[in-house]
Nanobody
Framework: QVQLVESGGGLVQPGGSLRLSCVTS????????MGWYRQAPGKTRELVAA???????TYADSAKGRFTISRDNAKKTVYLQMNSLKPEDTAVYYC?????????WGRGTQVTVSS
């Protein structure tokens, strides 16, 4: 059974930082492209960042220069370091694993940026 479990969300002031983690089990982690998505109230889910099996990264324009995605294949974990957070970053953040036509999602972790 594949499981993706996110953690690290919370309430942070504008300009602050958070580090999200996604621990996986039940899949060949090193063979999957891993991604972080987010969904704000009333909006569609959007890609924030992704990292391929070879370590190539992709970022949404809104995340470039502020967020960093990384992966630890030994720990089967993907991270999202978020700096200089803004109120518009408030959303539920979801971990995603993708390989060929298979895709898996975590349940999400809430990030709220507010003073």
């Amino acid at each position: 059974q594949v499981q993706l479990v996110e953690s690290g969300g919370g309430l942070v002031q504008p300009g602050g930082s958070l580090r999200l983690s996604c621990v996986t089990s039940g899949l060949i982690f090193g063979a999957n492209t891993m991604g972080w998505y987010r969904q704000a109230p009333g909006k569609t889910r959007e890609l924030v960042a992704a990292i391929t099996t070879g370590g190539t990264t992709t970022y949404a324009d809104s995340a470039k220069g502020r967020f960093t995605i990384s992966r630890d294949n030994a720990k089967k974990t993907v991270y999202l370091q978020m700096n200089s957070l803004k109120p518009e970053d408030t959303a539920v953040y979801y971990c995603n694993a993708r390989r060929f036509t298979m895709t898996y999602w975590g349940r999400g972790t809430q990030v709220t940026v507010s003073s």
